[in-house]
């Protein structure tokens, strides 16, 4: 849902919270699709003012707060990415996508602190959320494309082997506190990452959201009705 569609609902059930102030729109027929928008934007905000002024802050409070996904376990939200918070994490629960990330993690990444590794499994998990992905971990993780691989390690041709256990088990912890729900908070949506030492072609399109240890991650550039 877009933003204004977001802003749009919610000034509607403020306006019904409100209970005396009343909308009252009309849909131009204008071919010319800046006519009338800026009146009808200048009325718009000036109900959403009125509907906030007759709320109490408990109303807005409820309307404001996003509900929380079910299934989902609570995480806690402050992240400290070290060590304490690491060993705090209980043991993950075996699962084939755990396996995936975790092995991502692992072999892309096990040189990077926690917060380097935490910032990968979001780079992974913004993809399955979006539509231009696979919608798997191990999807995403496994997908091909141009003549290669999504990440290296898949198509190197060489066998995936665990030869640091330590590394491992911290590499699995990361990646089921991240599948368990822990916030996003490092990369800003990134879908894309690389090291200084290439310079993708890509790279230049898109935004640059973060630099964390040896990696930059980016994001597509937004796209609107204007481009």
């Not at 990077?112 to 992974?124: F, L, Y």
């Not at 399955?128 to 091909?144: E, I, L, M």
């Not at 879908?191 to 240890?213: D, K, Q």
Request: include cysteine.
């Amino acid at each position: 849902m877009s933003v204004l569609m977001c802003r749009a609902a919610a000034v509607v059930l403020l306006l019904g919270l409100a209970g005396g102030v009343r909308a009252e729109m009309t849909v131009s027929q204008s071919n010319d699709p800046d006519g009338s928008i800026d009146v009808h934007m200048t009325a718009l905000l000036g109900q959403e003012r009125a509907g906030l002024g007759a709320l109490s802050a408990s109303d807005i409070a409820a309307v404001a707060t996003a509900p929380v996904k079910p299934g989902k376990s609570k995480v806690k939200s402050v992240m400290s990415y070290d060590s304490t918070w690491l060993a705090a994490l209980p043991r993950p629960n075996p699962s084939e996508e755990l396996e995936c990330l975790a092995q991502a993690l692992y072999f892309e990444a096990r040189g990077e602190s926690i917060k380097g590794q935490a910032a990968v499994a979001e780079v992974i998990l913004n993809r399955v959320d979006s539509p231009a992905f696979p919608k798997t971990v191990c999807g995403v993780v496994n997908q091909g494309g141009n003549g290669g691989c999504q990440f290296s390690y898949t198509c190197d041709g060489r066998a995936e082997v665990i030869a640091e256990p330590d590394a491992w088990r911290r590499s699995a912890k990361i990646a089921g506190a991240m599948l368990d729900g822990a916030p996003r908070l490092l990369t800003e949506g990134a879908t894309y990452f690389h090291t200084p030492y290439v310079s993708p072609s890509w790279s230049t399109r898109f935004e640059l959201t973060a630099t964390i240890g040896a990696h930059l991650f980016y994001r597509p550039p937004l796209k609107t009705a204007l481009n």
